[in-house]
């Protein structure tokens, strides 16, 4: 690994860098002009962006010993801006990211971020040959902020908005549940508890498993089918299930009432890992963020679309209930208000 | 003014103060879901993003005793972006924006970058009613970061890239020339020279205009009548005239060389000011970056369009130069490489 930085290559140099790691260009237009064009066949554009921060969204070391890589950030930035798009029942077409970089910021580590933005991509989209990254910005700061902005198509299909629950509807949830909160509680533990920098025993490989869930999350973009399946309201569950259910409740004018038992089943998964971190499994369910699954609302005569599983009802009201009660957790807050 | 802070109003009290600082909603679909959603008349979408770091791009405090407020950062990244959109010869249709904020900056603060951002966009786009703010997201991070996303629609046309140019063509600029950088020189200097936190003083009034082109850069978005007038090649100059050429000269296979007698027109211009500075106004005028003006060529026999002046020549080669002779000064690298 070299150890030169971006400050002794330049702007120039770097970019020159990055480009061949990006894999071929699917817009119109990619990289290298003031903007790029994509395709927009049906005459709309979806678009949404979303950032990762040095020591808010990510570390480069964790207090487990765990360090993110380059690789990590460019995923997860992909991921969870993919995600956004999804979740109004689009298809990605375009990812723009801008890079602000401490000028002692090892090259390699950009180059495995670019690396890490193209496997996303390609991982991720089922129509992979459609999306890449179609530009960008590179800047200097005292921390990594890694930005993207992300572009859809809805193939003339009317978006799947927050505001459409109905009372009766099932609400539905495709995806993990707890899991990047879980893979939070290993990476922000003590070395004494779990060395993730030395992961070895077989007792901290479902540990690791959750580490990598956080850093690295796979949501499902299945978004188009449960659009094409009905669905009447659905977002991406990006700050916790209660957070974000409270979202299409208060935009649909409904209480949502999730399922204690079907909670309790997906917290009991996740028992030994919490016990090992002394941490309370249900409020990984109920409140854990970044796992980037689909929530979403169906009529009660619906087929749920494959990887879809019932979860709650949509009732008369407002708010989120579980089991008809206040929930225990609640969710994310970027500012903690 | 409330010393409310980001921190003790938390992210969804904090964008219902944002949201309606923004304007009428121009978009198919503005903020408040997973995305957004933008007409795309013609089948495509043009899109670019640009960021703005405290300390790096501006300062809350300059030497000079100014203070960057939230309008001004607002207003020029929302400038900016619309200047890369322009420079493809086409009209901005929508940002969006991406806050990393520290928990301590005042509420004010970014409702008054609501504002900037807003204003921006209502005074600079000729068709005021088509382009707003369709969307964002908020963070926490140590410094503030200010990112946006920028769509364009080309109306059918065909994009003006930046390998077009051919020899023979002329070489024609519209907008500011190094005022930018004479008002980075400005902010950067010590209250001894300036005292911009109280420029009472009648000859203090024009290094306050050059301050306010680097904080508000006012760029003429007349990219789309450029494209209508023929214009082979284009850019926004951001980075410098000599660097950004530079870029239009190595994309066509061409040589650039500007005219020696029109640039030293444009710094005699600065020369004033210049000398209370004690900076040489001809550097500003060939390397200063942020100011936001189109360089564009056009075919030996094109009227050039209302806000351009003829500025040089393309020649067979490579590289720029200025009278023939390799230039004094270079430009902007965000490395310094």
Same mark, same amino acid.
């Given at each position: 690994?070299?150890?030169?930085?971006?400050?002794?290559?330049?702007?120039?140099?770097?970019?020159?860098?990055?480009?061949?790691?990006?894999?071929?260009?699917?817009a119109?237009?990619?990289?290298?002009?003031?903007?790029?064009i994509i395709a927009?066949?049906?005459?709309?554009?979806?678009?949404?962006?979303? #950032?990762?921060?040095?020591?808010?969204?990510?570390?480069?070391?964790?207090?487990?010993?765990?360090?993110?890589?380059?690789?990590?950030?460019?995923?997860?930035?992909?991921?969870?801006?993919?995600?956004?798009?999804?979740?109004?029942?689009?298809?990605?077409t375009s990812?723009?990211?801008?890079? #602000?970089?401490?000028?002692?910021?090892?090259?390699?580590?950009?180059?495995?971020?670019?690396?890490?933005?193209?496997?996303?991509?390609?991982?991720?989209?089922?129509?992979?040959?459609?999306?890449?990254?179609?530009?960008?910005?590179?800047?200097?700061?005292?921390?990594?902020?890694?930005?993207?902005?992300?572009t859809?198509?809805?193939?003339?299909?009317?978006?799947?908005?927050?505001?459409?629950?109905?009372?009766?509807?099932?609400?539905?949830?495709?995806?993990?549940?707890?899991?990047?909160?879980?893979?939070?509680?290993?990476?922000?533990?003590?070395?004494?508890?779990?060395?993730?920098?030395?992961?070895?025993?077989?007792?901290?490989?479902?540990?690791?498993?959750?580490?990598?869930?956080?850093?690295?999350?796979?949501?499902?973009?299945?978004?188009?089918?449960?659009?094409?399946?009905?669905? #009447?309201?659905?977002?991406?569950?990006?700050?916790?299930?209660?957070?974000?259910?409270?979202?299409?409740?208060?935009?649909?004018?409904?209480?949502?009432?999730?399922?204690?038992?079907?909670?309790?089943?997906?917290?009991?998964?996740?028992?030994?890992?919490?016990?090992?971190?002394?941490?309370?499994?249900?409020?990984?369910?109920?409140?854990?963020?970044?796992?980037?699954?689909?929530?979403?609302?169906?009529?009660?005569?619906?087929?749920?679309?494959?990887?879809?599983?019932?979860?709650?009802?949509?009732?008369?009201?407002?708010?989120? #209930?579980?089991?008809?009660?206040?929930?225990?957790?609640?969710?994310?807050?970027?500012?903690?208000?």
């Amino acid at each position: 690994m070299s150890a030169e930085t971006v400050g002794g290559l330049g702007e120039k140099a770097l970019l020159e860098r990055i480009f061949p790691r990006l894999g071929p260009v699917t817009a119109l237009l990619g990289p290298g002009d003031d903007a790029a064009i994509i395709a927009a066949p049906d005459g709309r554009t979806v678009i949404s962006i979303d #950032t990762l921060v040095q020591d808010a969204d990510f570390r480069l070391e964790w207090p487990s010993g765990y360090r993110s890589t380059g690789f990590d950030v460019g995923w997860k930035c992909a991921a969870q801006n993919l995600s956004d798009i999804n979740a109004m029942g689009a298809t990605p077409t375009s990812l723009v990211v801008s890079l #602000t970089l401490p000028p002692d910021t090892l090259v390699s580590w950009v180059e495995a971020l670019a690396d890490g933005l193209a496997a996303a991509v390609s991982s991720l989209t089922a129509d992979a040959g459609r999306c890449s990254v179609a530009g960008g910005d590179l800047g200097r700061g005292r921390q990594i902020v890694v930005t993207a902005a992300v572009t859809g198509d809805l193939a003339g299909r009317s978006p799947v908005l927050r505001s459409g629950a109905r009372p009766g509807d099932i609400v539905a949830h495709c995806g993990a549940l707890g899991l990047a909160a879980g893979g939070l509680a290993v990476l922000e533990s003590p070395q004494s508890v779990i060395n993730m920098a030395d992961p070895g025993k077989a007792e901290d490989q479902e540990l690791a498993g959750l580490a990598m869930a956080q850093c690295r999350p796979r949501p499902v973009l299945n978004g188009p089918a449960a659009a094409q399946a009905g669905a #009447t309201a659905m977002l991406d569950v990006s700050d916790g299930l209660v957070r974000d259910a409270g979202r299409i409740a208060a935009a649909s004018g409904v209480r949502i009432d999730l399922d204690a038992a079907t909670l309790a089943e997906r917290a009991a998964r996740l028992a030994p890992a919490a016990a090992r971190l002394k941490a309370d499994p249900l409020s990984w369910v109920l409140a854990g963020g970044e796992d980037h699954g689909l929530l979403a609302t169906f009529g009660p005569e619906a087929e749920l679309p494959q990887g879809f599983a019932p979860i709650g009802r949509v009732l008369r009201g407002t708010g989120v #209930t579980v089991g008809g009660a206040a929930p225990s957790s609640v969710g994310w807050d970027h500012f903690g208000g």
